[in-house]
């Protein structure tokens, strides 16, 4: 089956550093990638998402980097905040596998000092 | 205000009970996830839907049974086979490729 797992299991930054979260993927056939962020207690939050076809894609403070050639996916977060403190996770839709699955990494755990 | 409805928030089990998470999404979304997450894991499927009156089974599917008579509604049982049903649970809905997520309901066994 697909794996989809992190490099780092914690991350701590300073407040307004940069934060680089990374996530390797098994599955070469994977053609979309989303990330999420999760805060203690509560559900996870879509944070940005990158199709196959494409190296680079930003958002709001957030950029998501996919290597295909590797199958690594990283999250940048530019100057991180306190409230970014949350677990985040990839994951990956395994294409070929059942439509609409989504296959989670056990996540990173991001922690902001001031 | 829409979005997707998990309750309890809290819920107790009692051994060889049978309880129900609830589920609802006012989104109108086809498909529908149900996830189960232990501390430090990441999210394992136990069960989705991806129209009403259809579902199938995740890859942790053995202990819980699902429903979809409508659908805004994808309520999740948790049965007495289940033997170890401790764990947050969340339920999400999808809309393009995103899947969207409510705030789960935390299950512990008295």
């Known amino acids: 089956g697909e794996s989809v797992g992190l490099h780092l299991p914690t991350l701590s930054v300073q407040e307004g550093d940069n934060s680089i979260i990374n996530c390797a993927y098994s599955n070469s056939a994977s053609d979309y990638f989303i990330w999420y962020k999760q805060e203690s207690g509560k559900g996870p939050q879509f944070i940005i998402d990158?199709?196959?076809?494409?190296d680079k894609r930003q958002g709001q403070r957030v950029t998501v980097l996919l290597n295909k050639t590797v199958k690594h996916l990283s999250l940048q977060i530019a100057a991180t905040q306190p409230g970014d403190s949350a677990v985040y996770f990839c994951?990956?839709?395994?294409?070929?596998?059942?439509?609409?699955?989504?296959?989670f990494g056990r996540g990173t755990q991001l922690t902001v000092w001031p | 205000d829409g979005g997707i409805t998990q309750s309890p928030k809290y819920l107790f089990r009692k051994e060889g009970q049978n309880v129900t998470l609830s589920c609802e999404q006012n989104l109108n979304h086809d498909a529908m996830y149900w996830y189960r997450q232990d501390p430090g894991q990441g999210l394992r499927l136990i069960y989705y839907s991806q129209i009403v009156n259809d579902f199938q089974k995740g890859d942790i599917a053995e202990g819980y049974s699902v429903s979809r008579e409508k659908k805004e509604s994808f309520p999740l049982t948790v049965t007495s086979a289940q033997k170890n049903p401790t764990a947050f649970y969340l339920c999400?809905?999808?809309?393009?490729?995103?899947?969207?997520f409510g705030a789960g309901t935390r299950l512990s066994v008295l």
């Open positions: 990158i199709r196959s076809n494409m």
């Open positions: 999400a809905s999808k809309e393009d490729r995103i899947q969207y």
């Open positions: 994951a990956e839709n395994g294409r070929g596998s059942t439509l609409g699955r989504l296959y």
